[in-house]
C-alpha cells in the first residue's frame, strides 16, 4: 500500500449534521474512518532524500502501532504484539506529516499515523470492540473568572476540544459548531441540569447516546502571567465525577494548557469506557410516546380517528415558566395531555394538546386558567391573557367542558 504524504482523514471531519428537531439543524463534528496516533517523532536516514522520508514513515508505523494497542488496552506499550512491517502496512492508509525538515540524507520529522479500523480491527481482537463508543454529546464548560460558558462560539475551551481529531481516541464526542439555538440551548447552566425529560429533548435533538460534561475551572494569576486550572470530567444527565486533574501551566501559555486539559479528559473517558461505566442510560433513549385517540372528534366539531393533538407556540423564557404552563395545562378540563414538541428557552417552545372537546370550549378552558389561545399565520400560539384582554363568553349554558363519551385508548397521563 502506497503511503499518502497528504492528509486523508481530516482532524475535523464532519460527522454529519444530526436530524432536526428544530428550526436549524446542528452542524456536528466528529466521527472518521481512522484510529489515528499523532505526535510521533522520527530521524532517519538514507541514500536519497526519498529514501530517508520513506524510512522515517516505516518508523513511524512502527511507533504507533503500540501506542495505538497501549490507548486501547490500558497496558504498557512494550506489550503490544510484534507486527511485522507488512502487517503494518496492511492497515496503515495514510501518514499526515504535522512538521518535517528534508536534508540531503537525513528525515526529521512529527508525524500522524492514521489506521483503517476495519483492517486494524483484525490484529486488535477483542480490543476492536473499544476502538469506538456510542456518540455522546459534548459539553466543554469553561468558568473564566466571573464567566461560565460552553457553547459559545468564542470559548477557548470549546476551540481546545475541536482542535481534538476524531481518530486520536475511541470515544465519539459528537461536537458542535454551534449556531445561535445550539449556543442557547447548550448552556452553562443546562450542563447543571438535573431533569431528565429536558435531557431527553437534547438527546432527540443531536442524535446522540449520552452526554459528557468535561469542566474546566481556569485560574490566572495575573494578565500574561502563570495560569492553572481545575479540570472537572463529568458524564451523563446527572454530572457523575469520573476524575478531577490539576493543571498548570508557568509560562502563560493557556492555549497549551486546555490542550492538555483535552488529553487528560480524554484519558479518564477512556479509561471509563474500558471499565465499562460509559454506558448509556436507557431513561435517555426511551422513545416518546406518541399521542393516539380512539374515534376523537376533530378540533372544531366532525370525527378524526387517531387525530394525534393540537401543537401551540408559547413563550418560555426558563424553565420555571414551562413547568407552570405545562401544570395549568394539565389541570384544564377537555386537556387529556401535554406533550413537549420542542424546547427553546429564551424564545418560544412548542406544545401537542391532545383534546376532546370543540376549540371553542377548549379556549373558554383556558381563558377561566388566565391562558388565551390564539390564531396567528405563524400558527396558534398560546400565551397569558394580559391586561386589557375581554374574558371570553362561555360557549355552552355554563357546564364545565368534559370529553366525549365514549373508550379513549393509548392517551398517557403527561411526560
Keep these: 500500500m502506497a503511503l499518502s504524504l497528504g492528509p486523508a482523514a481530516p482532524a475535523d471531519a464532519q460527522r454529519g449534521s444530526a436530524r432536526d428537531a428544530g428550526p436549524e439543524a446542528p452542524e456536528a463534528v466528529g466521527g472518521g474512518s481512522g484510529l489515528v496516533v499523532g505526535g510521533v517523532k522520527v530521524d532517519t536516514t538514507g541514500k536519497t532524500p526519498n529514501e530517508a522520508r520513506l524510512n522515517g514513515w516505516r518508523e513511524a508505523q512502527r511507533l504507533a502501532w503500540p501506542a495505538l494497542w497501549a490507548r486501547l488496552s490500558g497496558q504498557p506499550q512494550a506489550q503490544a504484539p510484534r507486527l511485522p512491517d507488512s502487517a503494518l502496512t496492511s492497515m496503515v492508509s495514510a501518514i499526515e506529516v504535522e512538521s518535517e525538515k528534508l536534508g540531503a540524507n537525513r528525515y526529521v520529522a512529527t508525524l500522524a499515523v492514521v489506521f483503517d479500523r476495519a483492517r486494524a480491527a483484525t490484529f486488535l481482537g477483542n480490543l476492536a470492540g473499544l476502538a469506538t463508543s456510542p456518540p455522546f454529546l459534548l459539553i466543554p464548560v469553561l468558568q473564566d473568572a466571573g464567566t461560565r460558558m460552553a457553547y459559545e462560539p468564542d470559548s477557548p475551551w470549546l476551540q481546545a476540544w475541536l482542535r481534538l481529531r476524531a481518530g486520536e481516541t475511541p470515544v465519539d464526542y459528537v461536537r458542535i459548531r454551534p449556531g445561535p439555538a445550539d449556543t442557547l440551548l447548550l448552556s452553562a447552566w443546562q450542563a447543571e441540569r438535573r431533569n431528565l425529560r429536558q435531557w431527553r429533548v437534547v438527546v432527540e435533538r443531536y442524535q446522540v ?99 394525534p393533538g393540537m401543537r401551540v407556540r408559547v413563550a418560555t423564557p426558563d424553565d420555571a415558566t414551562l413547568r407552570a404552563i405545562e401544570t395549568q395545562l394539565r389541570a384544564t378540563p377537555g386537556i387529556a395531555s401535554v406533550r413537549l414538541v420542542s424546547l427553546a428557552l429564551g424564545g418560544e417552545s412548542v406544545l401537542e394538546l391532545a383534546t376532546m372537546v370543540p376549540l371553542d370550549e377548549l379556549r373558554y378552558a383556558l381563558d377561566q386558567r388566565g391562558l388565551r389561545l390564539v390564531d396567528e399565520p405563524a400558527g396558534r400560539l398560546l400565551r397569558r391573557r394580559q391586561e386589557g384582554d375581554a374574558p371570553l363568553p362561555p360557549p355552552f349554558d355554563g357546564a364545565v367542558p368534559q370529553p366525549a363519551p365514549g373508550p379513549v385508548d393509548g392517551l398517557p397521563a403527561g411526560d
Excluded: C, K
Aim: hydrophobic residues 50%; proline residues 8%.
Design 209 to 307: 447516546a449520552d452526554i459528557v460534561i468535561p469542566e474546566l475551572i481556569l485560574e490566572r494569576s495575573w494578565h500574561g502571567g502563570p495560569v492553572s486550572a481545575t479540570l472537572i470530567v463529568r458524564f451523563g444527565p446527572e454530572g457523575r465525577v469520573l476524575g478531577r486533574v490539576r493543571l498548570a501551566n508557568r509560562v502563560g501559555d493557556v492555549a497549551g494548557l486546555m490542550d492538555e486539559a483535552v488529553r487528560q479528559a480524554d484519558r479518564l473517558y477512556v479509561a471509563a469506557l474500558r471499565a465499562g461505566n460509559l454506558l448509556p442510560d436507557p431513561a435517555l433513549l426511551e422513545p416518546v410516546a406518541e399521542v393516539q385517540v380512539a374515534e376523537a372528534p376533530a378540533i372544531g366539531g366532525g370525527a378524526l380517528p387517531g387525530a
